[in-house]
């Protein structure tokens, strides 16, 4: 089965379909941090939707997408932080959009899109499921949306207790199993950071995925043979 990670650098999801003997490969503009320049395609994956895949997850950029960016759609005195703003922001959001959009819109038989939560709920649809990391055994609350085109819901695995940060003010932080990203000054990194799909995630959807898709093919196949 061929399988796209769409917007993938971290190769999380890939490799755990290359577990299981999938044909998977990420694709991303970025080089690909996982080890495996094999399986990566450094590139503009809107180019390569029509490669005959059978199944794309996709994880397109949330920092324009995210609610939490909508603050900076207003012109602001100070741009220290380099984020863009005002009109260069309701500009940038749109095309993140469409980009969105473009990725559900390919012709793949099987889709899955990830995202947090943000504006895609009023711009397009509302998602399928929320899921959260702690859900697939690792310890991290985190609202994760998935938008999914001929695929099931994922079914949790490994239910833990989330842990938390709490301030000395008494305020309840998630923790980041993986790394405390807030710390981190440089704005790429950090965010390369965070969108980093946890194991325990990227284990189900393998999985689960792989197999429902897989079993699908197969009927599909014996029917054409068939005749039906």
């Known amino acids: 089965m061929r399988v796209l990670i769409a917007c993938e650098e971290s190769q999380e999801v890939c490799k755990a379909f290359r577990e299981l003997g999938h044909e998977a490969f990420s694709c991303d503009v970025l080089e690909c941090s996982g080890g495996h320049p094999e399986w990566h395609i450094q590139d503009d994956v809107l180019k390569h939707l029509d490669d005959c895949w059978d199944l794309m997850i996709a994880h397109p950029p949330c920092t324009y997408l995210c609610v939490t960016s909508n603050r900076w759609l207003k012109e602001q005195p100070a741009r220290k932080s380099g984020k863009l703003v005002g009109k260069e922001r309701v500009k940038a959001q749109q095309e993140a959009v469409n980009f969105f959009i473009e990725l559900w819109m390919a012709k793949i038989p099987f889709i899955a899109i990830e995202n947090p ?99 699908k093919l197969t009927k599909n196949k014996k029917e054409t043979k068939d005749g039906k």
């Open 117 to 215: 939560v943000g504006i895609m709920s009023t711009r397009f649809i509302k998602p399928h499921q929320i899921i959260h990391p702690y859900y697939f055994g690792d310890a991290v609350s985190k609202k994760t949306c998935l938008w999914l085109k001929n695929l099931p819901l994922l079914r949790k695995t490994n239910v833990v207790q989330a842990e938390y940060h709490t301030t000395k003010s008494g305020k309840k932080y998630p923790k980041w199993s993986m790394i405390d990203a807030c710390k981190i000054q440089d704005l790429e990194k950090r965010a390369s950071i965070r969108s980093k799909t946890f194991l325990g995630i990227a284990k189900a959807m393998a999985n689960q995925w792989g197999n429902f898709v897989e079993d």
